[in-house]
T-cell receptor, first 108, second 114 residues
Framework: SQQGEEDPQALSIQEGENATMNCSYK?????LQWYRQNSGRGLVHLIL?????REKHSGRLRVTLDTSKKSSSLLITASRAADTASYFC????????FGKGTMLLVSP | SAVISQKPSRDICQRGTSLTIQCQVD?????MFWYRQQPGQSLTLIAT?????????ESGFVIDKFPISRPNLTFSTLTVSNLSPEDSSIYLC???????????FGPGTRLLVL
């Protein structure tokens, strides 16, 4: 099965700074999805990038995908305290396999 | 898109009992899934809930422990049976609509077993 691995495991920044999280996976993919989870609650879908896309934007989010390196990155620009959450990448054609996640702490 | 609700949002149960979690989607979906998230961990797929037939379980999960029903295209239940403290987790329902690649999640059910 595919396995996403995020790094860093934890990231602590100040409000206004940018946060970058990385995800690696092992096998070929159709797409890769990023999710946010606030404090052990449900997952919020952030963005989906397809295997034929290299970059995608959504508001303050920028996702890149490098299929040759089997990796993706999520950049949050001008972070806010409300961005404090765990971020997961997930891959899979029918069922999703999640990485271990990056815990982001944004301090005011 | 799909909006998913779960009941209960949390519960505290005694060991040896069972808990049934309900999942309701606001639109007809093709696929529904149940995940478990143990404390401080990532999500692990328990099973795919199939309408009108037995669920498809992942390795390490069995029907006797996690019976699942899906009577129609918008509703599913997960029962966690014979509870032990190791079952203390967040259980999440998830769904995907036909033709869409995005998978949506419910708010989760936080279970504590004493």
């Amino acid at each position: 099965s595919q396995q996403g691995e995020e790094d860093p495991q934890a990231l602590s920044i100040q409000e206004g700074e940018n946060a970058t999280m990385n995800c690696s996976y092992k096998t070929s993919i159709n797409n890769l999805q990023w999710y946010r989870q606030n404090s052990g609650r449900g997952l919020v879908h952030l963005i989906l990038i397809r295997s034929n896309e290299r970059e995608k934007h959504s508001g303050r989010l920028r996702v890149t995908l490098d299929t040759s390196k089997k990796s993706s990155s999520l950049l949050i620009t001008a972070s806010r305290a409300a961005d404090t959450a765990s971020y997961f990448c997930a891959t899979g054609r029918s069922t999703l396999t999640f990485g271990k996640g990056t815990m982001l702490l944004v301090s005011p | 898109s799909a909006v998913i609700s779960q009941k209960p949002s949390r519960d505290i149960c005694q060991r040896g009992t069972s808990l049934t979690i309900q999942c309701q989607v606001d639109s007809q979906v093709t696929m529904m899934f149940w995940y478990r998230q143990q404390p401080g961990q990532s999500l692990t797929l328990i099973a795919t809930a199939n309408q009108g037939s037995e669920a498809t379980y992942e390795s390490g999960f069995v029907i006797d422990k996690f019976p699942i029903s899906r009577p129609n295209l918008t509703f599913s239940t997960l029962t966690v049976s014979n509870l032990s403290p190791e079952d203390s987790s967040i259980y999440l329902c998830s769904a995907r609509t036909g033709g869409e690649e995005t998978q949506y999640f419910g708010p989760g059910t936080r279970l504590l077993v004493l």
